[in-house]
């Protein structure tokens, strides 16, 4: 970098006195007038013609009126509309260069202004016909800059400038050109990846004939080879050799061995993981550590559990192969879920099972297979007789489902029905006197 700057200081007296002289050359020059002048005509004579083109292009009505080939000619013709008026001008310097050559012999200046609004041109079709926000960034902040190098003839130069600014290593040279050239076509090979990637598991995911956990494995999978796809197409671009790979996978190797053992093992575990299909998304699991949720993605290195309150868990997929995990729904949705209540002892025992059988039918989520409400006595309390019922559901008594709070509302219903008291746990004070007679005898609730 120090060699470029000394070169510029030692070079700069001799441009400065080059470009006095060309401004001076200019300035008398009636070449440079009539160039001027035809680009100042140019520049007004176009938004001219383009409202009059436009005009005509909506008198001819092509794009409603027309047919077959004629139709979609006038839709080409009417999507240009927006960039008429740089095309014209662009048309209009062509002429005006055919013509300068002709009559005065030079034309450099219209050649130029004609590069500056092809770089404009440029600019204005990328606002008007892309409309993804990213891909709009990209090409006006890496296309605009390459296509204006271009058409002044300046990009090989600058990319010999940015090559010769490099760092090098043993045999290894890294320039600055290389790594904004590994920048660009690796972020837009990524950005690509990223989007076919999505485009390709949504597909998957919609073959309902597969098991959903070979749709999820396929996914992955499919994941997996695309990104090493990619990477591949990145170092063919860049020129990388690529026998240089199994010096990098030996190196790769070495790092799985030490430093990256966690991060391969987690890989390797969501591969058995998809492949077994100990768990799948949808599935509700409970971890060792108590935390739970229904797992909403499987990804190669973990795996996403949502809880009910709209928390996400992220759990390293060595995790379900190394330790113990309850998965509440593998096999099947269907849960048995029971609720407690007491009745007085003055109640008719017997009449209770079928009295709550029968009301907790009532809940349509409530199932009758594997097995009906079962109503069962639990035992006898200090100041009531404990009951329990058993009801088989199918899903999570969580979430959006309250099967427990809603079967004890029948229950209560059921009860208050059938005149069945719910017993309040009850205390006797007796207060003795010196002779240990009574003198008086209370009861309370609490």
Known sequence: MQQYLDNFLQQWPQWRDQILDTLLNWATSPQFYSQAGA???AWLAAPLLARIINRRIDALGLAEKGRGIFRRAGQLVESLRGLMRPLVLVALLAVAVTVLDAAVGSSWLARLAQSAVLVWLLYTAINLYITNP??????????IPVATLHVFGWYDDVVAFLDGISLSVGNIRLSLYFLIKAAVFGGLFFWIGRITSEAGRNAIQKQETLDRGIRELAARLFEIVLYFIIFILLLQVLGVDLTALAIFGGALGVGLGFGLQQIAANFISGIIVLMERSIVVGDFVELEDGKAGIVKHINIRSTVLETFDGKEIVVPNERFITQRFINWTHDDPRQRYEVEFMVGYETD???????IEQAVLKHPRVLTEPERPDCELRGFADHGVKFAVEFWVKGLDDGPNKFSSDVLFLVWDALKE????IPYPR????????????????????
Do not use: Y
Request: cysteine-free.
């Open 39 to 41: 680009v100042v005509l």
């Open 427 to 446: 205390r006797e004070v007796v207060l003795l006197n010196a002779d240990g007679h009574p003198v008086a005898t209370s009861s309370a609730t609490t």
């Open 349 to 355: 025992l017997h009449k209770v099972p079928p009295i």
């Open 134 to 143: 990213m891909l709009r960034s990209a090409a006006i902040w890496l296309g």
């Open 418 to 421: 059938n005149n069945i008291t």
